[in-house]
């Protein structure tokens, strides 16, 4: 499942807000992945996930 960030704030606001659409089943899996990792060894520090998304350009970017 993809979900859209913030979709509701972006399609009210004027100009359109620019989001992200990200996949949620994937950002779950690696959450509940990370966490029983976590508890199987307590001392695992986990700097950072990174989770693929796509950038949904809306009104309020900067054209450059």
Not at 9 to 26: A, G, H, Q
Request: aromatic share 4%.
């Amino acid at each position: 499942m993809t979900v859209l960030i913030s979709s509701t704030y972006s399609n009210i606001c004027s100009p359109p807000l620019t989001t992200i659409s990200v996949d949620v089943n994937t950002m779950a899996e690696a959450c509940v992945t990370t966490m029983l990792h976590k508890i199987s060894t307590p001392d695992f520090k986990l700097g950072r996930k990174i989770i693929n998304c796509t950038l949904i350009s809306g009104g309020s970017v900067k054209k450059l």
